[in-house]
């Protein structure tokens, strides 16, 4: 498997399919320092897999041995923690302003 380019990655573009499943590049999300490059391969069942190129040594770096597979059964999973993460962000923010906590906007 070939490390994505940026550009890639920016268009999550189509990409070879891996063991007969749709695959595209994309930025995998940022966990120690900056976004990584990244294959994600699309399964049947609704789990996917993404290939993590990273230059940080932890989590997602293997000591330049090429990309680190991860293994995610939702992507629900993401998109529900993202928004609890942004939604406590958004009431700490108000909090700190002194407003009142009720109308939350959509993020």
């Not at 930025?27 to 993590?52: C, E, M, Q, R």
Request: glycine share 8%; proline share 7%; net charge negative.
């Amino acid at each position: 498997m070939q490390e994505p380019t940026a550009y890639q990655c920016n268009a999550n573009e189509r990409v070879s399919d891996f063991e007969g499943n749709p695959a595209f590049a994309s930025w995998y999300p940022a966990t120690v320092g900056n976004v990584s490059k990244a294959i994600v391969v699309l399964h049947d069942d609704g789990s996917f897999v993404a290939f993590v190129w990273s230059d940080w040594d932890f989590p997602y770096s293997c000591g330049g041995c090429g990309p680190v597979e991860i293994h995610h059964r939702d992507p629900r999973q993401f998109i529900d923690f993202g928004q609890a993460v942004a939604n406590k962000q958004i009431d700490s923010k108000l909090l700190m302003a002194g407003c009142e906590i009720g109308w939350m906007p959509d993020v």
